[in-house]
């Protein structure tokens, strides 16, 4: 009897070591054979063009479009386009790949078990741009085997006879503009001349230290994030910031980036001390999801997939993390905090408004 007692104590302890050995079998998975990630990446490239296509089309007719939001303060736009582009690419993958599952921006919520392969999709990451009729904007498809990214292909409008470039990639396969290769910038550190992508407000969620300074470099906004992780793959761009990117955002470029030789990093926030959040830890991006658990993931916890990245060549971004710290949510407050104790007065905003309207003007004019 001690020893049938002794046994059913032990159960528990036992499924326990067996999930865990279970997710960790699931964070390294035996990917696809190269002949089906071929497969794969030639089907993303196809579509991703005609969808591509399907996009530019309704550019050149933008004030035709029908414009919906998705939040009350009508601050995230969607249309007919975005629509019309994932359909395609939906019905596309489905017909040619029937067992794997599909992830969209526009998707409604879904409980579902993921398949091990599932594609993921931004039909028009800069809707904004492409409402105001800025052709900056980009058609993400990516594709994750149990959260690792395999696979992708975006198209970006480009000065190109087809009016644009798809830019893509396979784990081990290289990435490439079109037929053309294509590899990150090289330099052991960021150069204050050169380009790179940043978000707004950047001062208030990080700090620089003195070896930055001067070398941060010339700062651009483009309003898509998988343009601008593009960019990085590129080499248009020495390295990117994204603070808070989606899945849908992000599994194109990614994949483009480490195939073009750079790295990606992956910001983690830890609690300390009385519940306050600590600075971010960067480490290696492996898999969106490392504890993918095969049979029992859902398309919805997939979904809700949103952390910070930082894309580039990994000697520049070992450079730039030793010499960057983010602000905590609680300093970013008391920055606020006292920045907004010491504004001043409208009468002197109102006496100071001239001077700074003359400075800009001579800036321009020189």
């Not at 990214?149 to 000065?159: E, G, I, K, N, T």
């Not at 808070?244 to 983690?268: H, R, T, Y």
Request: aromatic share 8%; with cysteine.
């Amino acid at each position: 009897m001690r020893k049938l007692a002794f046994l059913a104590a032990l159960l528990p302890i036992l499924r326990f070591f067996v999930e865990k050995a279970k997710e960790q079998l699931g964070s390294s998975p035996a990917l696809p054979d190269n002949a089906a990630l071929v497969e794969i990446e030639n089907h993303a490239v196809e579509i991703a063009r005609a969808a591509g296509a399907i996009l530019a089309r309704n550019f050149s007719n933008v004030a035709s479009l029908n414009v919906e939001y998705k939040d009350d303060k009508e601050s995230d736009p969607v249309t007919n386009a975005d629509r019309e582009a994932q359909d395609y690419l939906k019905g596309e993958i489905t017909r040619r790949f029937p067992n794997h599952g599909i992830l969209g921006e526009e998707d409604e919520e879904d409980e579902s078990i993921a398949p091990d392969i599932v594609w993921v999709l931004d039909p028009l990451d800069g809707t904004k741009n492409f409402l105001s009729g800025l052709p900056l904007y980009a058609c993400s498809v990516g594709v994750i085997f149990r959260g690792v990214p395999v696979a992708s292909a975006v198209f970006l409008p480009w000065p190109k006879d087809s009016g644009g470039i798809v830019l893509h990639a396979r784990k081990g396969g290289g990435a490439f503009a079109d037929t053309d290769p294509i590899h990150v910038i090289r330099d052991a550190e960021p150069k204050g001349n050169r380009l790179v992508t940043l978000p707004g407000g950047i001062g208030g969620m990080f700090r620089f230290n003195k070896p930055m300074h001067g070398k941060v470099g010339e700062v651009r906004m483009t309003g898509s994030i998988a343009y601008e992780l593009s960019m990085v793959a590129k080499g248009v761009t020495q390295y990117t910031i994204t603070t808070a990117p989606l899945l849908w955002d992000a599994a194109g470029g990614v994949m483009l980036v480490l195939e073009a030789g750079g790295q990606v990093l992956v910001g983690d926030r830890r609690t300390g001390v009385f519940g306050l959040t600590n600075a971010l830890r960067w480490t290696p991006l492996k898999s969106f999801f490392p504890s993918w658990r095969s049979g029992r993931t859902t398309m919805s916890e997939i979904r809700k997939w949103r952390k910070p990245l930082l894309l580039g060549n990994a000697v520049l971004l070992n450079f730039v993390t030793s010499n960057i710290n983010s602000r905590t949510p609680v300093r970013r407050k008391a920055i606020r905090w006292v920045k907004s104790a010491v504004k001043p007065t409208k009468k002197a905003k109102k006496k100071e408004e001239p001077d700074i309207r003359n400075k800009d003007h001579a800036a321009h004019a020189s």
